[in-house]
């Protein structure tokens, strides 16, 4: 009996394994938010979802990943949507067309520019809107967020109207935002580079995904559209890229919006955030994240 119960313990396990079933969360991989005839790029224009398996009508966390708009991967960060699945919070994790890289790595040759990688973003979002039903996460429930690069895009979808009106939404659908660590004025972050030990930087790369053009940074910087704030949102830097996130929060103290919490990590670099928001057990940014969105439901 007790070699029966072993085995059947192992295969129940493999079972769980095999359709991405765990005790606190079900992950579905791969899914593809556009049509046959709208798809690019089918390995980047998926998403992971990663979804509580206690209750339903869970709000949802639209989380976009970092990687300078050229090297993201959404599969990394699977270990932080798993710990937000374990808090009852729903997350799909965003793929999205990549732009090159040839300051990083001499393979990374070839992309898109802005604003492709929005656009993929909000054709998830809004096949999000329309699979919650299927899903069980709650459709009024939906909180974007991302890391670098992708706190940026996070912003920006969520200020300029432009992108979700192009697939029939309206920006003001999110409970909040949450950017994390991210640049959000790309012509005060192409003249940095400029400035910096690596000017190349700034055609290499910020010309390389946004152009070339002045009014093509103001365009894509989320901090052209502030008067568009209108829903909570949650600015979080770490100590590397203190001053970007200090230019938003100065910028909307300039306004009347006041549905604002900033939080610095002063003693965590770039990486280091992101390593103790996907990896660590306890991690006080997370927290403050999950709290976030549950205040705001």
Known sequence: MKKL???LSIVLLASNLLFGQLEDYTIHNNLSYLSKESISNDSLQRLNLVLPTK????PILIWIGGGAWSYVDRKQEMDLAKKFAKNGIAVASIGHRLSPAIWRDSTLNTGIQHPKHIEDVAA???WLYENADKYGYD???FFIGGFS?????SALISLDSTYLKQVGLSHKLFKGIIPVSGAYDIIDYHNV???SDRPELAKLHVEAVF??????FRKASPITYLHNLSVPILLISDNNVYNYSRIFEERVRTTEFRDMQVVYSYHLSHGELWRNLSYDEESIY????INFIETNL
Do not use: W
């Open 286 to 289: 997370r927290e403050i994240m």
């Open 193 to 195: 580079l400029l400035n």
């Open 5 to 7: 119960v072993t085995l």
């Open 139 to 141: 459709r009024d429930g």
């Open 149 to 153: 690069s992708g706190a940026h895009l």
């Open 211 to 216: 152009g070339d053009e002045k009014e093509d």
């Open 55 to 58: 209750g339903d009508k869970y």
């Open 124 to 126: 998830s979002v809004k």
